[in-house]
C-alpha cells in the first residue's frame, strides 16, 4: 500500500464478509498490489474465488481446512492441525513484507472455535509491517480484535432466504 | 446461475458494500458465470475494479456517472442524465439473458438522491428473468426495495479510521 496499511474486520452474521474481502482484493490487485489471502476451516469447496484466483495477476489463495464441518465443541484433531499451519503460513506471509494486503479469512471463526490461541493473532496483528493492509474475516470477532482493528464493518443479516429452502447455491456462496 | 436467481441487497453505512458485489462477482465468474456490473454515481476514479476486471474473463464493468461530487439537494442534469443512462442500460442488460449475474452499484444511492424513479427500478427487479441473479447496493436501501429482495445484508459502521485522517486510500476505497 502507499506506505500504511490498517487492520479491517468484517464481521457479524450476514453475508458478504468474505465477498467483501475478495472485492478488496481484486480491487487492490486491480492497483498492482500484490494481495495473498489465507482461507482459515475452508476446504476446495470453495472453487470459485480459486479458480479466478488463479486468472489474477498478484493474487494468491490458499486454504487451511477442509470441506467438512467442524464440530465446535469438540473439532478434530485435523482441523486444529490446519488451522496451526495456517496461522504460521500467516505469521509468514505477514512479516515477509512481499504483500501489500493480506487476507486472514475465517480467522475469528478459528478463534472462537478454538482452534488457535488469541494472543497470537494479537501478536501478529501488533507486529504487522505497516505498509501491510491486514483484513480479518468472520462471525464472532473477539474483542480484542475489535479494539485492535482501525476499521470494522458488522454485517447484519436483515433477510435471508433460507426460508425459501435456498442454501449453498454454487457461483453465489462458493 | 444454476436455474434461479435472487435479489441481494447489500446497504447500510458501514464498508464493504461494493466491494462484497465485487466478491461475487469475482466468485461467480471463477465458475464460469458471466457477471455484468453497472456503477451508478460513480465515474472512473474507480480504477481498481476497472482494471482487474479487464483480466478477468467474463466479467464486465461500465460507470455511469462522473468523479465529481453529486450534490443531493441540487444534483445537476449531466449526472441526472448518467443515471438515466445506467438504468435504461440496466434493463437492456438484465432482460438480454446474457449475463448469470447483474450488479447495480450504488443505485440505492442514486435511488435516494431522485436521480431515477423508484417505480422503474422496482419493475425492473419484478420483471428479471428467473435465472438472473441481481445485486443492489448502496446505503439508503429503499423500504420496498427491501420488501423484494431475498437476501439483505445491512452493513454497519462499528469502528471507522477518518478520526486518524485516513481518507479514500489508492488500491482500497477504489
Redesign the interface.
Known sequence: ??G?G?V?V?T?E??????????????????G?RVYIIQFMKGRIN???????K???NLTIVQFGRAEFVDKQKPEKIDIDYARRGLDHAKEIVASGKY??VVLDEINVALEFKLIPLEEVLQLIKNKPKNV?LILTGRYAHPKI?EL?????????????YQ?G?QG????E?
Chains 1, 2 share one sequence.
Not at 47 to 53: M, N
Not at 149 to 161: Q, R, T
Request: aromatic content about 8%.
Open positions: 500500500m502507499d500504511f490498517l479491517q468484517y457479524g450476514g453475508k458478504g464478509k468474505t465477498t467483501a474481502a475478495l472485492g478488496l482484493a481484486l480491487r487492490a490487485t486491480g492497483h498490489f472453487y470459485g474465488e480459486l479458480e479466478s484466483a486468472r489474477i495477476r501489500d494486503m493492509e475489535l482493528a482501525d476499521l470494522v464493518s458488522e454485517i447484519k443479516e436483515v433477510k435471508h432466504p425459501k435456498i447455491r454454487r457461483g453465489i462458493y
